[in-house]
């Protein structure tokens, strides 16, 4: 289980005022629990390598932004490509700024090539598919922030 996801149920209980909060996911389950005005305790199952963690309290955590990730989609089945062809560069890298639509890339299907263009602006923070790779209608092939 991701340590994020811990530290961010430890923020929840602090700005709402709860006292127990517990999360199976897999094979792993934590459980969360502050008696009134403590800081927050982890405690886990046999899986975790620590029965019991002192969680920082919401002081001690950095505060994250909160930043909307939105996805851009294959409008159709058929094969991915991040670029008009093998020579050229691709359209977008991770870490590059787009505008909407921005051709992204390409999803041939029976021969025809589709261009890809995004809905939103923002940030490419990645690139979700391998070049080449045959895609599903609705798949998510980029993440933008």
Not at 65 to 92: D, K, L, N
């Amino acid at each position: 289980m991701d340590l994020k996801i811990v530290h961010r149920l430890a923020q929840l209980m602090e700005r709402h005022g709860l006292t127990e909060v517990e999360l199976s996911e897999q094979e792993c389950r934590v459980r969360l629990v502050r008696p009134r005005g403590e800081a927050v305790s982890v405690a886990g199952d046999a899986s975790l390598t620590s029965p019991e963690v002192n969680a920082p309290t919401t002081n001690e955590l950095e505060p994250e932004p909160e930043v909307e990730s939105h996805f851009v989609t294959s409008p159709m089945p058929g094969t991915f490509y991040v670029a008009r062809s093998p020579e050229e560069a691709p359209f977008v890298e991770e870490g590059q700024s787009i505008k909407p639509g921005r051709v992204v890339g390409i999803v041939e299907a029976m021969k025809v090539m589709n261009e890809i263009k995004s809905e939103y602006g923002g940030t490419v923070v990645k690139v979700l598919v391998p070049n080449g790779s045959p895609v599903e209608f609705g798949q998510r092939l980029f993440e933008i922030q």
